[in-house]
């Protein structure tokens, strides 16, 4: 589906994530070697609601770059299992200590403290394991590997979780907002990471040359980062029944967010520009890159 | 070096340990992308002391089975990234509560819990990242990456520490000690998931059949029950100074052990016909098998 407007991307998307998230809860049931509460738990946050947006992504670069849709799947699974475990972790409340996250309890609050821990490390390893049993040309299963633990590790993701962590344990001792650059570093690891790698996975799985990797990596990361400047105006300006979970909760946590740091304004203007330069990151790519295009302003624009 | 007795196995792996530990220390050296308490955390539970037991069954399968020892380094650190990995997460409050380790406080003493939960985290991606950069023959990485995911998912280790925290949850309530097949599948998990994950990637860089590769994993598999059996015993048997740990503290935490479950008598019994079944799958593998067998005895006679 080739999608030109705001509008019709809110469309792909949600066409595209009803489809992946019937696929993913095929995927996703396990026998009895795993034990039955870990398996719900695993399931209540892989399965819940969710935009699906990395899955999305890897199968739009795939796409482009000429890659089979059921080449896809592997990856975009491996990524939204990686997603669902940094989010449960997130909640825990030894760090963000959040009861509600897309307007149902967070996982910790459902199945305990102990249960979550260890639903979010099933996670990991079943992302790495659903790498090496679901890719289709065994040549890309190293690749991908690499890619992912790369970026969710502690000099991606991971990485960008701790930086938050220490931002929001600073704040407390009040010192002053975090410079731009500290915001930045941030959400480049908490959710540029992620994001980069999808585009680069995709590519992956069409064997597309480094240059063009590179160039679908950059596109990630400044959609990621338009996404996240959304996010943190919203949790400003939005309503609890709109987002589907707290907001004004950034703030009452001392987290350290773009707004904070540069006033409302100038996100707004951080936003807009990270999203052209993801745009202008494909410039240099051969094919149809609309809905991409698209998504980059619907990640600066949205409401929600 | 090829070991004979039991005193010579304890030898063996304190020298094997020396040389490992510091291949370990030089490999897990980061740079300013990762952030550095994140770092600090990470080297702390990972280099720390440790009998890097996973890592010497790897080298040593990896021996018997004609590989080189350049190309055992990368599961071998893998599997340890996991192992410390495990003991982080499972010395947590909202899991064991644990205060002290290896006769040093546990890692989220040292740094906090949230920053506990984030070097777990980061263990485990690292743990994969390493198959990726280090694995020398590029067709061992896919199978090398599948062995260490399914040993150390919802169906392996982290099934066991399920299977464990719900054990416990159930023991609070004032039921009666857990039959032994319970026992049993949540050691197998814990300990045994690994021990024959280590031994099978020793034989995956080796490039044996799967016959073997299924020999070498039940001697991973008993060798590792045998050497639960004896913590277990040594946890109502020893003093702290000895184990350089708190003692006793299984029964303090409504830990169901083999002693609760059978007795010390039948726990010694069970543990030297683990370590049996583990020397009888050694049986039919070509080669000097004598430092297997050595370990497989010490597995079950140690007193620390």
């Known amino acids: 589906m080739t999608v030109h407007s705001t509008h019709d991307t809110i469309a792909a998307i949600r066409l595209f994530a009803d489809r992946f998230s019937l696929q993913l809860d095929e995927f996703a049931t396990f ?131 701790v930086r938050d962590i220490e931002a929001q344990a600073a704040s407390t001792g009040g010192s002053r907002p975090l410079p731009l650059n500290d915001i930045r570093a941030i959400h480049e690891g908490k959710t540029g990471a992620l994001f980069s790698a999808a585009c680069r996975m995709g590519g992956i799985v069409g064997d597309v040359d480094v240059d063009t990797l590179e160039r679908l990596g950059a596109f990630g990361l400044n959609l990621g980062i338009a996404f996240q400047i959304t996010d943190d105006l919203l949790d400003v300006t939005a309503s609890a029944a709109q987002m589907g979970k707290q907001v004004g909760k950034d703030q009452e946590k001392g987290k350290q967010t773009y707004p904070q740091s540069v006033g409302i304004d100038r996100s707004r203007e951080l936003g807009s520009e990270a999203a052209r330069m993801a745009i202008e990151s494909l410039a240099e790519i051969e094919g149809d890159t609309s809905t991409l295009r698209a998504l980059a302003k619907f990640a600066h624009q949205r409401d929600r």
């Open 31 to 161: 026998d009895a070697s795993m034990p039955a509460t870990l398996a719900e738990s695993i399931r209540y946050s892989l399965l819940g609601p969710g935009k699906r947006l990395r899955p999305f992504l890897v199968y739009e670069c795939g796409r482009l770059c000429g890659a089979a849709d059921e080449a896809c799947f592997a990856p975009a699974a491996a990524l939204e299992m990686i997603h669902a475990f940094s989010l449960i972790h997130d909640d825990l409340p030894a760090m963000d200590d959040d009861d509600l996250r897309r307007g149902r309890p967070t996982n910790h609050k459902q199945f305990g403290e102990a249960m979550a821990i260890l639903a979010g490390d099933a996670l990991v390893t079943l992302a790495f394991e659903t790498l090496t049993t679901k890719t289709i040309d065994r040549n890309h299963t190293g690749p991908l590997v690499r890619e992912l633990a790369t970026a969710s590790g502690g000099c991606g993701m991971i990485g960008g979780q």
